[in-house]
């Protein structure tokens, strides 16, 4: 079993820089993808961005890429997303997941664990 506890959310201005953290117990945060996913009002949720098990690889959507950071601590058991230049359409509650695999997953279904989520609204 794996617990996942996000934080970090908030509210900042466009333009402002928010960093989550998602902090993992359990003995298997190191030999699993992780990935961060964000959900607005009347929205599907949506990948932002997913790190391999050893952090070689990344996959950031479109939306996010060049402005959001996606990083992890394996002795610490925690995954990090640095956001920057935030825009209104980033607000949203943010889920940190855990993957099925070591390799970055892209869609939901390659998660089996998920935080509660943090909410991030970034005002005009």
């Known amino acids: 079993q794996v617990q996942l506890v996000e934080s970090g959310g908030g509210l900042v201005q466009a333009g402002g820089s928010l960093r989550l953290s998602c902090a993992a117990s359990?003995?298997?945060?190191?030999?699993?993808?992780m990935g961060w996913f964000r959900q607005a009002p009347g929205k599907e949720r949506e990948l932002v961005a997913t790190?391999?098990?050893?952090?070689?690889?990344?996959y950031y959507a479109s939306s996010v890429k060049g402005r959001f950071t996606i990083s992890r601590d394996n002795a610490k058991n925690t995954v990090y997303l640095e956001m920057s230049s935030l825009k209104p359409e980033d607000t949203a509650v943010y889920y940190c997941?855990?993957?099925?695999?070591?390799?970055?997953?892209?869609?939901?279904?390659?998660?089996?664990?998920w935080g509660q989520g943090t909410q991030v609204t970034v005002s005009s």
């Open positions: 997941a855990a993957g099925r695999y070591s390799s970055v997953q892209l869609t939901t279904g390659g998660y089996n664990y």
């Open positions: 359990g003995r298997t945060f190191s030999t699993s993808a």
């Open positions: 790190i391999s098990s050893s952090g070689i690889s990344t």
